[in-house]
């Protein structure tokens, strides 16, 4: 999962990064017009489907780049002002699998601080995803450190891959070298993007990727395997 920001000089090191890591399943957060036009061009080959949609250079944008067919794509708004996930199904080895690609409202700071619009995104997509019988992954720029309610609340119900089989702390943003001033030489403190997943599945690896390519946030990688029917009703039925 990769939130691009949107604005850039050149989308070629964003460009890089996904091919390098190469994963099954890419989920893109903040994809501009100019990003979806020259990716969709550049990475047919690698990625033989794909999925989005894109607003100029809105932070709205969202996208899924796919090595497995993609069906039944739709999207959820928040009062016709915020995109704030993306549904789709993809097949894998014959079983469906569905993707939530998710950039929720970030807090509002100030003289009053207010999460209420993020929680509303996350809580909304928490509803959907556990009424979902298939094997579901979450993924994306939930804007929800690890110490909120909010993270809290997706935990209950889905496991949190890079808590699960990642190392040190996962942090993702701020990348400050995406900023023109002397913070630029500070490194990411904070966890905002994840990679949720069911009972479905059992992660293997996780990782922040090392490079942002421009971002001001580092993608994270993850590799997971998808188990077998009676091995995932096994799972959920030891949970605590």
Known sequence: TYNLKTEHESYDPLEAII?????????LQELSEPAEAQ??????????????????????????FSKYPISDVSFGWRDEVWLRYMRAVVTVDGREVILYNIHTSPPIYGIAFDDAPRHDDISTV???????????????????????????????????????????????????????SIVSVLRPFIRLDYIWHSEHFIGLNAEVWPESGGSDHHPVRAELALLPTTDALSTANHQP
């Open 19 to 27: 091919r390098a890591a190469d994963a099954d399943i890419v989920f």
């Open 39 to 64: 990716y969709t061009a550049n990475l047919r080959e690698q990625y033989p489907y794909y999925e989005g949609v894109t607003f100029g250079l809105s932070v709205m944008g969202l996208g899924i």
């Open 126 to 180: 928490v509803a959907l995803a556990t009424q979902e019988t298939a094997p579901v992954l979450i993924a994306g720029d939930f804007n929800a450190p690890d110490q909120t309610e909010d993270y809290r609340l997706l935990a209950a119900h889905f496991t949190d891959t890079f808590a699960e089989v990642g190392y040190g702390l996962g942090v993702t943003w701020p990348q400050f070298g995406s900023f023109r």
